[in-house]
């Protein structure tokens, strides 16, 4: 079974401080991605990394920065905690297509990071 | 770039009724097309998905999906819900991300959320 593991289940932060968000996946798979989902609002996409060290921003990725130094390992930051950011906070990974290949392209989710921003 | 609109926010049906919860996106261009489920404080699950080749695929949970090329649509289908199904449904399409279109992220709907009532 594919794993997508991420570091905290809830997470309570004040106003300014750094928050570091972390994500683990065990599938070997090129793709990263971290979404925040919000009540009517759906799954909005933050940033992607299709490799180590590269990244790419998303829909939203003010207030927000990446990390993706090892394979398996993708990490959020926030530099400066704000209300607005109370959020919850979804990792997915997938693998990136390869032709005929017969890998699967759809992605895996974490079991989300519920914020709070005090 | 690729939009999704999820009709309906909400769906409240009463157990054993059919239902469909309706999924459009934004381009005809050749797709990936997915259905995800969000049961309370989890992460999304894959429940179906079409890549190629037949136009209705099914889940091992007894729902469906017809992909619908000339109406780029992709509606979710059960002939028979259970209390169990209440959850979110989130619908998404892939949307190419490098020139060589060999990379793609997600884009998703908003989600319906199905309330089965006894």
């Known amino acids: 079974d594919v794993k997508v593991t991420q570091s905290s289940r809830y997470l309570v932060k004040r106003t300014g401080e750094k928050v570091f968000l972390e994500c683990v996946q065990d599938m070997d798979h090129e793709n990263m991605f971290w979404y925040r989902q919000d009540p009517g609002l759906g799954l909005r996409l933050i940033y992607f990394?299709?490799?180590?060290?590269?990244?790419e921003k998303g829909d939203i990725p003010e207030g927000y920065s990446v990390s993706r130094e090892k394979k398996e390992r993708f990490s959020l930051i926030l530099e400066s905690a704000s209300t607005n950011q109370t959020s919850m906070y979804l990792c997915a990974s997938s693998f990136q297509l390869a032709g005929l290949s017969k890998r699967t392209y759809e992605q895996y989710f974490g079991p989300g990071t519920r914020l709070t921003v005090t | 770039a690729q939009s999704v609109t999820q009709l309906d926010s909400q769906v409240p049906v009463f157990e054993e009724a059919p239902v469909e919860l309706r999924c459009n996106y934004s381009?005809?261009?050749?797709?990936?097309l997915f259905w995800y489920v969000q049961y309370p404080n989890q992460g999304l699950q894959l429940l179906l998905k079409y890549l190629s080749g037949s136009t209705l695929v099914e889940s091992i949970n007894g729902f469906e999906a017809e992909f619908n090329k000339s109406q780029t649509s992709f509606h979710l289908r059960k002939p028979s819900v259970h209390i169990s199904d209440t959850a979110e449904y989130f619908c998404?399409?892939?949307?190419?991300?490098?020139?060589?279109?060999?990379?793609?992220?997600?884009?998703f709907g908003k989600g319906t959320l199905l309330t089965v009532n006894p």
């Open positions: 998404a399409v892939s949307d190419i991300i490098n020139s060589g279109g060999s990379n793609y992220k997600l884009t």
């Open positions: 990394s299709y490799d180590v060290k590269m990244k």
């Open positions: 381009s005809s261009v050749s797709v990936y």
